[in-house]
């Protein structure tokens, strides 16, 4: 057997030593949401939306202290603005709650900290399409309230189009896409982490310039999760 065809054989065997020990699992939890309405792509204006996420991930292992953890979540995002104070005579509340499909791949690094217990810290990118949503107001003048709603509209953009006819600032385009900074505690099966969501791109159907870093996802999301198999 040739040198080469042994490290073909090492590697296979790895491969398929790692794969076996690939977990799978379930996480949900709470999301603090908000839009970003400053040049530097801060909250000024927007107050917190609290939404929910939960899905699936996988753990796979890469090395002995740093796995790969993709995953596919239903994640509620947006944000809340309020003009005035409630039960004054002048008074106006939006929010707007756009759901997704999100799909982050994260690289996490752990760190054994006792018997069966890590903590980890990890970073990776997200893709997001938009599947519902919708659009709240509130208001009060002069002692009438009234309310309203409708149903989030989506375009039919994607990252390779910039000729989308269907364009309007009352749309939110249908793909997002960012970064994921994440921190917590893997214990035996179990797992508490919390996780800063970045979006990259602009969410408003329309807005594709680059002078500022207005209308972008900003989440918190803090959760906990199981994951099947024996921890190694």
């Known amino acids: 057997m040739t040198k080469k065809m042994m490290l073909t054989c090492v590697a296979i065997g790895m491969s398929v030593a790692a794969m076996a020990q690939v977990r799978v699992g379930v996480k949900g ?10 040049n530097s792509g801060s909250v000024d204006k927007g107050r917190s939306y609290n939404s929910f996420h939960i ?46 499909i999100e799909i982050p791949v994260n690289f996490v690094g752990k760190i054994p900290v006792g018997q069966d217990t890590r903590i980890f810290l990890g970073a990776g990118p997200y893709a997001a399409f938009g599947v519902g949503g919708k659009n709240k107001y509130e208001s009060t003048v002069a002692g009438v309230k009234t309310t309203g709603e409708s149903n989030i509209k989506w375009d039919d953009d994607t990252p390779f189009n910039d000729g989308d006819p269907n364009q309007g600032y009352d749309k939110y385009k249908r793909f997002d896409y960012g970064g994921n ?32 870093d207005k209308g972008k996802n900003r989440v918190w999301s803090f959760s906990v999760g199981y994951l099947l198999g024996r921890s190694k």
């Open 29 to 38: 939890g709470w999301n603090v949401a908000n839009i970003s309405d400053a």
């Open 181 to 212: 900074l994440l921190a917590g505690v893997e214990f035996g099966n179990f797992l508490v982490s919390a996780q800063y969501g970045l979006g990259f791109g602009k969410i408003l159907s329309g807005t594709d310039n680059s002078s500022d």
């Open 55 to 100: 899905g699936a991930i996988a753990d796979i292992p890469l090395s002995p202290i740093l796995a790969l953890q993709p995953g596919v979540f239903y994640s509620g995002k947006g944000t809340k603005i309020e003009r005035g104070e409630e039960g004054s005579l002048a008074y106006f509340k939006t929010t707007t709650n756009p759901s997704y």
